[in-house]
C-alpha cells in the first residue's frame, strides 16, 4: 500500500486557510475594539457605579446605575424600618445593558446594603419577573402595605 505524498509547505486538500490579515472576531473588527455580550458584563460589573438617591419622602428610594456621568438604570424600592420590609417598585435598565448582569448586582448591593429586610416586589413585567424569580424575591399585590399598616 502507498500513500501519496504532499508537500509540507502545502496545506492539504479541502483544508481551510486563515488570511494572515485576519486576527480573529471578523473582517471588519477593528483592533482592540471589544464588543459583545462578554464585554458589556465586564463593563456592568467594573464600570457602573451604584448610587444612592435621596429619600423622596414615604420611604420611597431610588438607586441609580450611573456609567460615566450618565445614568443607565435605576432600581426604586420602598423600606419601612418598623416591620424591616422593603418593597421594590420599579427596575429599570438601558436595553444595551440587558442580560449583562446589572439588575442583579443591582439587587444584591440592595440585599448587602440592607442586611435584615425581607424583601417583595410589585413587578409583574416579563423581563423583572424574570429577574425577581432568579434573585428569588416574592411578588405581593401593589396595593398591599407593610403587615403593621394594615393592622
Known sequence: MTYPLRSPALPAAGAATIPAHHGGGGRHRLPGHR???WH???IAYS???????SERGTGDRCLLLVLVRKVVGHVEFRLCASCSE????????????HRSGLGTRALSHLRARYPGVVWHTTLDRRTTRDLMRRMRVPWQAEDTRCSHASA
Open 35 to 37: 464588543r459583545g455580550a
Open 40 to 42: 458589556r458584563r465586564v
Open 86 to 97: 422593603g418593597v421594590i417598585t420599579e427596575v429599570s435598565i438601558e436595553k444595551r445593558f
Open 47 to 53: 464600570q457602573v457605579e451604584l448610587v444612592q438617591s
